[in-house]
Every structure is written in structure tokens, then in C-alpha cells.
């Protein structure tokens, strides 16, 4: 399983507003391309561009940035979460 799940933080929902992107937690050895398939197959939302990090707690950051205007608070919606 490449997602894990998001990260919903007051840093991570002023993202979502103004620059339409969604974090997520993804497994350690997830590439980039996997990243961005799994999302776009789990959410059928394009993707423009996927940034990756290690966190200082060992986990994986993913920080999607989605191609259409209002697709990261569409998929948050699905998940219930705002």
C-alpha cells in the first residue's frame, strides 16, 4: 500500500486553500511515479507535480499538487475529512 493517509494540519489545510495541494504519509520506499499513479487511480484526479521528503519522525511526506482547481478539497470531502 503506497498511501498511508493525509496530514491534516493548520499548515497542510492553508496549503490545500491557496496552492491546491493535499500532504500525504506514503510508505518509505514509494517512488515518486507510484506515488502519483496510486493517487490518480484511487482518486481519478490529475497530478502536476509530486514532492517527497523523509520526516523527522522516519516517515515518508508526499505533497501532491493536483492539475485541476478544487480537485484537493474534493478528495478530502470523499474522505470525510472537511
Known amino acids: ?3 498511508a493517509y493525509p496530514i491534516v494540519t493548520e499548515k497542510a489545510m492553508v496549503i490545500l486553500e491557496n496552492v491546491n ?4 504519509i ?14 490518480e487511480q484511487t482518486f ?10 523523509m520526516t523527522t519522525k522516519g516517515t515518508k511526506k ?4 493536483f492539475e485541476e482547481k478544487n480537485a484537493a478539497e474534493e478528495i478530502l470531502s470523499q474522505l470525510g475529512i472537511v
Open 1 to 3: 500500500m503506497t498511501l
Open 44 to 53: 481519478g484526479k490529475k497530478i502536476v507535480a509530486v514532492n517527497t521528503m
Open 26 to 39: 506514503v510508505a518509505k520506499e514509494a517512488k515518486k511515479a507510484e506515488i502519483k499513479a496510486a493517487v
Open 62 to 65: 508526499a505533497i501532491i499538487t
Open 21 to 24: 495541494q493535499l500532504s500525504f
